[in-house]
């Protein structure tokens, strides 16, 4: 998201655009050299975008939030038929509307294309889910990215959360067809020139192609989901029912830190297990079923019945793109699972009312991070082993004129629901430096935890002309900083490098820096946020005339006494050299 430099508190002109999710000083790409769209400024409210402000500002009116634009420049997203839900969702994670397109039939049954936007110069994305009627949606897919293409557009992005015909990646059997490498050369044919998609059946589908392509994992969310959703995963064991899936459930395994185990299975024909055999121990311990596809269910719902009967005390099934098709939802309520937990790269709303124990990760912030980066030109590796989750501000807060500086960091995060509001509460109206900072931010950050705090080192990068703001308001932080300073430091640290997140000296380089920042009249600052702002009513920070006269003298006199050895060694070089001379 680009945003302008242009503060609410001052009525100085933006020098420059600034990018959320980049390192601070990177240069825009060209295209974002022109100002974009904005929308009028909006007053800060109770739970706004910005931040939960203090409730003793009277006048909400003088606080304003800075212009923000409404769309990335130069960016089309438009929606198939398979997934309007999810393309809804990205959409309004980017601050976008879904371009117009006419989607119909033919009384033939022909599919009928018109694209009712121009999309000349522009990136054009797709969102298309090889699902429901998947013959029918690959072939609306390949119909739009020809009209987009031959509509002048700059680059056409298919973004297939499930992509269709992905099981049929290898010729396995006497003249069988190598279905998946059909499907990449009709894409490259119609005109695609990125393909985005999720956990693909095999990883060597992305060979197929002869341009890139971004195969995203949900690995991530399904760990952020196992940590806090099941009780006690600490004594879980991983379980892949097959061995194809060894490699992803090793990787969670080692993430975090339990055993895994592997079922092996005997197949008669497609969807039919003969004969499994379980390598592992998983008796008394909670087993996490994990494979890319749930189809028929029949195989992970024989799994379960093993495990159980291995003395598993609780089984549940992480399983990327539920299918589900044929007797699966029959299968699933009388299964032995706690819970399926899915995905929606296909739409699941309809399978959650038949079965109770199906639950669902939204992954519509990860694609939309990886649209928003690949039309940004920035890197996409990052969403391959995290979650993208906003840290939405950083507030200075202020309360009763008192030498007091909170620290509150609110969370905005797709599927992040906030744990404990009075929490959040009693660290905005009791917090304090002197007696209680370091409770304060104990509890700051026992409610950030793991998976938020990680990404310090590499969501970082909105940057700030923050010297105009010192300028206007001659706000002097630093005393109230240095007081602050010891107590973040310590428990940072502690916290942090305890769950093994972060380096210690990078985390002291975190915060000296944001100390600088804020203490000095630096142009520079590292900070996870679009906005920042300082209540206007924290005018204990002005300095007095009183103040302005001990500070003179005391520079003057520190000037004065640094200066003054020199002086004396100076003076005294003369006299001898003088005395040389006679």
Same mark, same amino acid.
Request: neutral net charge; glycine residues 6%.
């Given at each position: 998201m680009l945003l302008e430099n242009k503060r609410h508190l001052g009525s100085f002109q933006p020098l420059e655009g600034c990018r959320i999710g980049t390192t601070v000083g990177n240069s825009l790409p060209k295209r974002y050299i022109s100002t974009p769209e904005v929308k009028k400024e909006r007053i800060i409210e109770d739970n706004s975008f910005l931040f939960n402000h203090t409730t003793d500002l009277k006048d909400k009116e003088e606080f304003r939030c800075r212009k923000f634009p409404t769309r990335m420049p130069?960016?089309?997203?438009?929606?198939?038929?398979?997934?309007?839900?999810?393309?809804?969702?990205?959409?309004?994670?980017?601050?976008?509307?879904?371009?117009?397109?006419?989607?119909?039939?033919?009384?033939?049954?022909?599919?009928?294309?018109?694209?009712?936007?121009?999309?000349?110069?522009?990136?054009?994305?797709?969102?298309?889910?090889?699902?429901g009627e998947v013959n029918d949606n690959l072939m609306e897919l390949l119909i739009m990215i020809n009209a987009c293409k031959i509509?002048?557009?700059?680059?056409?992005?298919?973004?297939i959360p499930c992509f269709p015909y992905a099981r049929q990646d290898k010729k396995d059997k006497s003249r069988a067809p190598i279905s998946a490498k059909l499907v990449a050369n009709m894409l490259s044919v119609a005109g695609a020139d990125?393909?985005?998609?999720?956990?693909?059946?095999?990883?060597?589908?992305?060979?197929?192609?002869?341009?890139?392509?971004?195969?995203?994992?949900?690995?991530?969310?399904?760990?952020?989901?196992?940590?806090?959703?099941?009780?006690?995963?600490?004594d879980s064991v991983i379980v892949s029912p097959d061995a194809g899936g060894a490699k992803r459930v090793t990787s969670i395994a080692d993430r975090l830190n339990v055993d895994f185990a592997l079922i092996h299975k005997e197949r008669k024909r497609a969807n039919?297990?003969?004969?499994?055999?379980?390598?592992?121990?998983?008796?008394?311990?909670?087993?996490?079923?994990?494979?890319?596809?749930?189809?028929?269910?029949?195989?992970?719902?024989?799994?379960?019945?093993?495990?159980?009967?291995?003395?598993?005390?609780?089984?549940?099934?992480?399983?990327?793109?539920?299918?589900?098709?044929?007797?699966?939802?029959?299968?699933?309520?009388?299964?032995?699972?706690?819970?399926?937990?899915?995905?929606n790269t296909i739409p699941q709303?309809?399978?959650?009312?038949?079965?109770?124990?199906?639950?669902?990760?939204?992954?519509?912030?990860?694609?939309?991070?990886?649209?928003?980066?690949?039309?940004?030109?920035?890197?996409?590796?990052?969403l391959f082993s995290h979650v993208p989750i906003f840290l939405t501000s950083i507030i200075f807060l202020n309360q009763n004129k008192t030498k007091l500086v909170t620290l509150f960091i609110q969370l905005k995060a797709q599927n992040y629901q906030v744990g404990d509001n009075n929490t959040i509460s009693d660290c905005m109206s009791n917090c304090s430096v002197d007696l209680n900072g370091k409770k304060c931010l104990n509890k700051l950050l026992n409610f950030i935890e793991n998976d938020i705090v990680s990404q310090i080192r590499h969501y970082v990068a909105v940057q700030i002309n923050i010297d105009q703001f010192h300028r206007r308001h001659k706000k002097d932080y630093k005393s109230n900083w240095d007081e602050l300073k010891v107590n973040s430091t310590t428990t940072m640290e502690k916290k942090?490098?305890?769950? #093994?997140? =972060? +380096? !210690?000296?990078?985390?002291?380089? @975190? /915060?000296?820096?944001?100390? #600088?920042? =804020? +203490? !000095?009249?630096?142009?520079?600052? @590292? /900070?996870?946020?679009?906005?920042?702002?300082?209540?206007?009513?924290?005018?204990?920070?002005?300095?007095?005339?009183?103040?302005?006269?001990?500070?003179?003298?005391?520079?003057?006199?520190?000037?004065?006494?640094?200066?003054?050895?020199?002086?004396?060694?100076?003076?005294?070089?003369?006299l001898n050299k003088n005395k040389h001379l006679k």
């Open positions: 130069n960016i089309k997203v438009f929606s198939g038929s398979s997934h309007k839900d999810l393309s809804q969702k990205i959409c309004q994670q980017l601050q976008l509307d879904v371009s117009k397109a006419s989607l119909k039939k033919f009384s033939n049954k022909e599919t009928n294309v018109e694209i009712g936007e121009s999309v000349r110069g522009e990136d054009v994305y797709i969102i298309q889910s090889g699902t509509a002048s557009s700059c680059r056409v992005a298919a973004v990125h393909i985005i998609t999720m956990d693909l059946h095999a990883s060597q589908i992305q060979g197929f192609f002869d341009i890139p392509v971004d195969n995203l994992y949900a690995e991530p969310a399904i760990l952020k989901y196992i940590r806090e959703s099941i009780p006690s995963w600490q039919e297990v003969e004969k499994m055999t379980l390598v592992g121990n998983v008796e008394g311990k909670i087993a996490i079923l994990v494979d890319d596809m749930a189809d028929t269910c029949g195989t992970i719902c024989l799994a379960a019945d093993k495990l159980v009967e291995a003395g598993a005390s609780k089984v549940y099934a992480f399983c990327v793109h539920g299918v589900f098709s044929g007797p699966a939802i029959k299968r699933l309520n009388a299964s032995k699972f706690e819970a399926i937990v899915v995905t709303e309809e399978n959650m009312k038949m079965c109770p124990k199906i639950q669902c990760i939204d992954i519509s912030g990860i694609l939309a991070e990886a649209i928003r980066r690949t039309h940004n030109g920035e890197s996409v590796s990052y942090l490098i305890e769950n #093994d997140i =972060i +380096s !210690k000296s990078t985390i002291s380089m @975190i /915060i000296s820096v944001l100390i #600088d920042a =804020i +203490s !000095k009249e630096s142009n520079k600052i @590292i /900070i996870w946020t679009a906005h920042y702002s300082c209540p206007i009513t924290c005018n204990q920070y002005n300095l007095s005339w009183r103040n302005v006269f001990i500070c003179s003298i005391i520079l003057n006199g520190g000037l004065i006494i640094g200066i003054f050895p020199l002086f004396f060694n100076t003076l005294k070089r003369i």
